[in-house]
């Protein structure tokens, strides 16, 4: 049986031509594409047969299913969820039991599904740390990924490990990437969709790339769409004048915070964070953490988890160095290489044993 | 490849800008100022233009700018389409403001266009196909001619 076209089935759904445009200039412009390109994009979505995407949740918090379901343009119950077939997902789907894990099978049958997933998969004492209708998850995405056209990893767990494998990673965690590396899954064409959780424009941007083209975009070293993963959030920042003045909020209450001053030194993450948050921005273009006061996380990033305190700067070192540069940390240009390089080792050094977060650093 | 002589060689084009305006932004001004040559392009070559404002990073409140300074002209339509989509001819004629919103009321973007008339507005061949059938079908049954 083939299946129809995408234009045939919005067609049959009642969706005009004019309503299927309006879609296409909305997608072009999500996927940071030229708007002119929307008609070439109206002619490639509508040739297109509705591919089926199965979507497996593993070690994760379900954020980025509470941030796929967030976002707005298109809605998600609408056009993206009609044109892209969801025929696998816990938390959206009706069936539940052996009735959902028939429609997984049914839906992989025909080959050349997308596979979406999101949570890291655990791999110590064989995988035994999380399953699902008594499969292992790393079994379940063997099978799964086998006869996959493309998988995309969504969230900072899937792509990189994220929380669960920070350290001491009790399960054995790893993101898809490490494990199509060391050969336990298939190796298929990948796009890492980081973030905790990724932006919601972003999930949706990259599946309509994917939807449209046939193909997955282009990608950074590691594997994150340049489209929105191309610039660091410093890059963006609306603050940024303020970083180049020298103007930098000290506490989180003083006057260059009220002032919105640059986070920097309540230690921003920003110029070391690939993400879209500056320009896309969270809650329908609302804000984002800096704009809200507080500074970047690095929650794109692989281990953002264990490089240090969130709450000391960039160039400051991670651990206690007034034996080796007497104190004054942030003045000096000879004092901050020094610190930068022992702040290396001291991060090589924080990841191996976790650093906790004590209330004395809320207090830098 | 071509050696230039000495910076004095590097031939100089000014165009003519939008005049400064005391409330208007830089960034607002570039954008005047790429409309008055994409209007001028039309005229010569047909070619239109379009400049998607959310991909932009510039601030919401320029968008607001730029709409109040190219004002409202004699056509204005509402396309009700998954959502409302506002399209309003601008005080410059060729120069059309379109909003796309969703079916929650959200804007999902906002864009100009430079053309005689929005693609959007005119009636699609494949819609106007299925009207065809559609209309002969409704005719045939209530068994009479009008």
Request: hydrophobic share 40%; aromatic share 6%; net charge negative.
């Amino acid at each position: 049986m083939t299946r129809p076209t995408l234009a045939q089935q919005l067609a049959r759904q009642g969706i005009s031509r004019r309503a299927f445009l309006k879609f296409c200039a909305a997608t072009a412009s999500m996927m940071a594409l030229p708007p002119g390109m929307a008609p070439a994009i109206a002619e490639q979505l509508g040739r297109r047969t509705r591919p089926s995407v199965i979507w497996l949740s593993f070690q994760e918090c379900t954020g980025c299913t509470e941030s796929l379901t967030r976002s707005h343009s298109p809605t998600v119950e609408n056009l993206i969820f009609d044109l892209i077939s969801l025929d696998y997902h816990h938390t959206l789907q009706a069936a539940s039991g052996e009735a959902a894990e028939l429609a997984r099978e049914q839906a992989m049958e025909e080959g050349g599904y997308l596979v979406l997933v999101d949570g890291s998969i655990p791999t110590k004492d064989g995988g035994i740390h999380s399953t699902i209708a008594g499969m292992t998850n790393l079994d379940m995405l063997a099978h799964t990924v086998k006869d996959a056209a493309a998988v995309v990893a969504i969230g900072t767990c899937a792509a990189f490990g994220g929380i669960p494998k920070a350290d001491p990673n009790p399960t054995g965690a790893k993101g898809v990437a490490a494990l199509m590396a060391d050969g336990s899954i298939a190796s298929k064409p990948l796009i890492n969709v980081s973030g905790c959780p990724p932006i919601p424009v972003v999930i949706t941007g990259v599946l309509a790339h994917y939807l449209t083209f046939g193909s997955v975009p282009e990608l950074d070293n590691l594997g994150r769409p340049r489209a929105y993963f191309g610039d660091s959030i410093h890059d963006r920042c609306y603050r940024r004048p303020f970083y180049d003045a020298g103007k930098f909020a000290k506490t989180f209450d003083d006057e260059g915070a009220r002032k919105g001053w640059c986070l920097y030194e309540l230690g921003c993450k920003g110029p070391t964070t690939h993400n879209a948050c500056a320009t896309a921005k969270w809650n329908m273009g609302t804000s984002f953490p800096i704009e809200s006061g507080h500074g970047c996380i690095g929650c794109s990033e692989p281990d953002f988890w264990d490089a240090g305190s969130f709450y000391k700067p960039l160039s400051a070192p991670a651990g206690d160095v007034s034996g080796l540069v007497g104190g004054a940390v942030a003045a000096g240009a000879v004092a901050g290489a020094a610190a930068g390089l022992y702040a290396r080792s001291q991060k090589r050094k924080a990841a191996a044993s976790r650093e906790k977060m004590t209330v004395d650093d809320l207090k830098d | 490849m071509a050696s230039v002589g000495g910076l004095s060689d590097i031939p100089v084009v000014t165009t003519e800008g939008i005049a400064p305006d005391a409330g208007v932004t830089p960034a607002v001004q570039a954008l005047l100022t790429e409309l008055a040559e994409s209007l001028e392009a039309f005229r010569r070559t047909g070619n239109t233009h379009v400049i998607d404002l959310r991909s932009l990073p510039i601030r919401l409140e320029e968008h607001a700018l730029l709409r109040d300074w190219l004002g409202v002209g004699e056509v204005t339509v509402e396309i009700d389409s998954l959502g409302l989509t506002s399209i309003h001819e601008t005080a410059y004629p060729g120069i059309w403001w379109v909003i796309h919103r969703n079916r929650e009321g959200e804007i999902m973007t906002q864009q100009v266009e430079v053309t005689r008339c929005p693609a959007l507005i005119h009636s699609q061949p494949e819609d106007i196909d299925e009207a065809a059938a559609r209309l002969r079908a409704a005719l045939t049954h209530t068994g009479e001619m009008p």
